[in-house]
T-cell receptor, first 117, second 114 residues
Framework: SQKIEQNSEALNIQEGKTATLTCNYT??????LQWYRQDPGRGPVFLLL???NEKEKRKERLKVTFDTTLKQSLFHITASQPADSATYLC????????????????WGLGTSLAVNP | NAGVMQNPRHLVRRRGQEARLRCSPM?????VYWYRQLPEEGLKFMVY????????ESGMPKERFSAEFPKEGPSILRIQQVVRGDSAAYFC????????????FGSGTRLTVV
């Protein structure tokens, strides 16, 4: 069955450093991979989407890579800040175009990031 | 432009009662997804709906759970005869009809069955 794995242990880093989070998938060939942030008691917030034909995507201090050979995506936050502390979720997606363009997401468990001042 | 609105934020039900969770998608979004999240577990897909159509309900238990997205009004996730194991956070997400971009989630409804 399809499996999504993210760093299971919480990541603690010092403010100003770069945080790197990993998402590995098996038995799956996603066409897209999305990254979300979730704060306690809140719904996930979309951050970035990367397509299978893109190696890298950037948005401000965020960078995502997508290696379809390794079946892995890396999520980087540069110059991290305490406000970046949250759980980060990855969600690969390969839409199926039968039954009305089904686009349900399969989620990793998330990696908890704590940025210490 | 309001985001995805879910209500209530918190819902307490006794075992055997019915729970109704509401979700109003973002303006212009015609696709709605319901997910369930348990503590220490990931988000689990339940159902995907478009206006007046259930597209995929493969993640929804066959009994006691139902969902609808009528032509007018919010999407409703209905849980009949709730049991303690139904206690969870239920999130709704919406997306536009076409294209590939991230989904917009609501803040969720936290259901507690006592």
């Amino acid at each position: 069955s399809q499996k999504i794995e993210q760093n299971s242990e919480a990541l603690n880093i010092q403010e100003g450093k770069t945080a790197t989070l990993t998402c590995n998938y098996t038995n799956y060939s996603p066409a897209y991979l999305q990254w979300y942030r979730q704060d306690p008691g809140r719904g996930p917030v979309f951050l970035l989407l990367i397509r299978e034909n893109e190696k890298e995507k950037r948005k401000e201090r965020l960078k995502v890579t997508f290696d379809t050979t390794l079946k892995q995506s890396l999520f980087h936050i540069t110059a991290s800040q305490p406000a970046d502390s949250a759980t980060y979720l990855c969600a690969p997606l390969r839409p199926t175009y039968n039954a009305g363009n089904n686009r349900k997401l399969i989620w990793g468990l998330g990696t908890s990031l704590a940025v210490n001042p | 432009n309001a985001g995805v609105m879910q209500n209530p934020r918190h819902l307490v039900r006794r075992r055997g009662q019915e729970a109704r969770l509401r979700c109003s998608p973002m303006k212009g979004h015609s696709h709605v997804y319901w997910y369930r999240q348990l503590p220490e577990e990931g988000l689990k897909f339940m159902v995907y709906l478009q206006k007046e159509n259930i597209i995929d309900e493969s993640g929804m238990p066959k009994e006691r759970f139902s969902a609808e997205f009528p032509k007018e009004g919010p999407s409703i996730l209905r849980i009949q005869q709730v049991v303690r194991g139904d206690s969870a956070a239920y999130f709704c997400a919406s997306s536009p009809p076409e294209g590939t971009w991230g989904y917009t989630f609501g803040s969720g409804t936290r259901l507690t069955v006592v």
